[in-house]
């Protein structure tokens, strides 16, 4: 079975209440990347000598295959508080994929990561909703 067939399979099984009033037809290309293996990045840092506030920063770079109907060959999970989220994006240039993801579920994801099957995905739908997520199965 493909990726893409499993991911529309799974699509299929989200709730309702995970996709109102989305219309069935992406307006681009789904971006699923087949995870592979990852990095984890912890970091700490201090923007310039004018804002002296220590920040901290939070990441999961992915690494894999792209399905075949896809380009993307990597991908970034960035664990921010809730003020700091952003809504996923593509990077057609480097082929990546970057999801912001409140920092309280980072064990979830840690034990996703865990699993022998992972896949990421982003798709972009006609009524401008933008969507991303991490999937992975035991």
């Known amino acids: ?3 893409d ?10 709730p309702e209440a995970a996709l109102p009033d989305i219309p069935n037809r992406f307006l681009a290309p789904r971006q699923i990347l087949i995870v592979e293996g990852f990095t984890m990045i912890s970091a700490g840092f201090q923007h310039s000598v004018q804002d002296p506030a220590s920040q901290s920063l939070y990441s999961i770079r ?21 003020m700091g989220l952003k809504p996923p994006n593509w990077i ?7 999801i ?14 865990g699993h022998p099957t992972r896949y990421m995905w982003r798709g972009e739908f006609a009524n ?10 035991l």
């Open 5 to 14: 067939t499993i991911f529309e399979a799974i699509l299929k099984t989200l």
């Open 62 to 82: 992915l690494h894999g295959k792209p399905s075949p109907s896809s380009d993307v060959t990597s991908g970034y999970i960035h664990f921010s508080d809730r």
């Open 1 to 3: 079975m493909s990726s």
């Open 92 to 98: 057609h240039e480097r082929k990546e994929l970057n």
């Open 128 to 137: 401008g909703h933008v969507y991303a997520d991490l999937h992975s199965t």
């Open 100 to 113: 912001w993801m409140d920092i309280r579920g980072m064990d979830h994801t840690l034990i996703q990561l």
